[in-house]
């Protein structure tokens, strides 16, 4: 009974904090045949509307540590309307920013209005590779709803790489539950310091 009670206490808690737990079953991939940045595990378990800004802050080393950047074609995000939490809107922007683990850095490198379907997966695609840096952010704006929807995806596994904020200030680690199904899809790119001196030595 009372590990029943604890229970209920903690799924009560996150859903007063912006989620709640959802048990679905895993997700593929999709998009372009391209490298695909992904921390998440491809098994939801929750979805959350917490924060009017959700991202993934990327760190193309944790892939490749020789790469230097990435050329990114399509960004892709998976949503959830639960029955009980619908959306007052199924469209967001979707941004790009340079940045590290403290923050996107302004300005913003691209923003597109994208439709949220329900738990399939949505892209915002480049016409042209959009060159980012080493470290990147892929964000989710909700400033159309007016309670953070649409509500994406987060798997189960604690990790390091996704936030959340009210202000584009102050960022707040949603790591302790999982991370959140945001991927994105390109080539890597590499700096001059990540080459061959002696190649570079052989063009003179």
């Not at 590990?3 to 209920?8: F, H, K, N, T, W």
């Not at 990540?194 to 570079?200: D, E, K, P, T, Y």
Request: net charge negative.
């Amino acid at each position: 009974m009372k590990q029943a009670v604890a229970v209920l206490a903690i799924l009560a808690m996150a859903a007063f904090a912006g989620q709640v737990r959802v048990d679905v079953p895993g997700v593929g991939g999709g998009g372009y045949d391209a490298e695909v940045l992904q921390y998440d595990d491809g098994s939801p378990h929750w979805l959350t509307w917490g924060g009017t800004y959700r991202g993934t802050w990327f760190n193309t080393q944790d892939f490749d540590p020789s790469s230097g950047g990435f050329a990114l074609e399509q960004m892709e995000y998976w949503f959830y309307e639960h029955n009980e939490r619908p959306w007052d809107t199924d469209e967001f922007y979707s941004e790009i920013w340079n940045g590290d683990d403290m923050g996107p850095v302004s300005p913003c490198l691209a923003q597109a209005v994208v439709v949220a379907p329900h738990y399939a997966p949505c892209y915002h695609t480049f016409a042209t590779p959009l060159d980012v840096e080493q470290n990147f952010w892929g964000l989710i704006n909700t400033t159309m709803s007016a309670g953070g929807w649409p509500s994406v995806l987060g798997d189960n596994t604690p990790g390091e790489n996704s936030f959340f904020s009210d202000d584009m200030i102050v960022w707040e680690p949603w790591g302790e539950l999982g991370d959140y199904l945001i991927r994105a899809h390109g080539e890597f790119t590499y700096s001059l310091e990540a080459g061959s001196w002696a190649s570079i030595k052989a063009l003179f």
